[in-house]
């Protein structure tokens, strides 16, 4: 796929979480004006919760309980159309409710089109860019180790 060809539509798992790890100033510059907007209620307002973060030993071996991380949730509908749902790690509120009200919009068709490539797929392609130069960094810093075997036993 050439640079110039445009990346297909996120399934809205997808976008969920792309949406969950935008910062709170990347989502407040895309949010819509409030009067083009149709009324937002609030079904579950914003909410700071706990999860347990699970482990792997060695990525791949028994599950153990790693520790507890802050989380808010939030659901937002939009006139009597969609739910839009939000989890995001942190205390920021207005990150998740806004983060829902962009879910809410993306399932309406109306607002679908433009903002996968107004919002999501610019912010998946920045998330993609950092995820690789974390990933760069931590190569450079790998350390292989190896044993030599002494003779036969």
Not at 76 to 85: D, E, I, K
Not at 109 to 134: G, Y
Request: hydrophobic letters at 45%; charged letters at 20%.
């Amino acid at each position: 796929m050439t640079s110039d060809t445009p990346n297909p539509p996120l399934t809205r798992a997808a976008w969920l979480a792309v949406l969950a790890r935008a910062s709170l100033a990347q989502l407040q510059a895309q949010t819509p004006a409030a009067d083009t907007l149709p009324p937002v209620q609030q079904v579950r307002p914003p909410e700071v919760g706990m999860v347990m973060l699970r482990g792997r030993v060695g990525g791949t071996g028994n599950p153990f309980n790693l520790g507890e991380a802050s989380v808010v949730r939030c659901a937002v509908r939009l006139g009597q159309g969609p739910l839009g749902v939000a989890y995001a790690l942190g205390r920021d509120k207005r990150r998740a409710e806004l983060a829902a009200l962009f879910d809410a919009l993306l399932q309406d068709p109306q607002h679908h089109d433009t903002l996968q490539r107004e919002l999501i797929a610019p912010l998946a392609q920045l998330q993609a860019q950092a995820r690789t130069q974390r990933q760069q960094a931590v190569a450079s810093s790998k350390v292989e180790f190896f044993t030599f075997v002494r003779g036969e036993a």
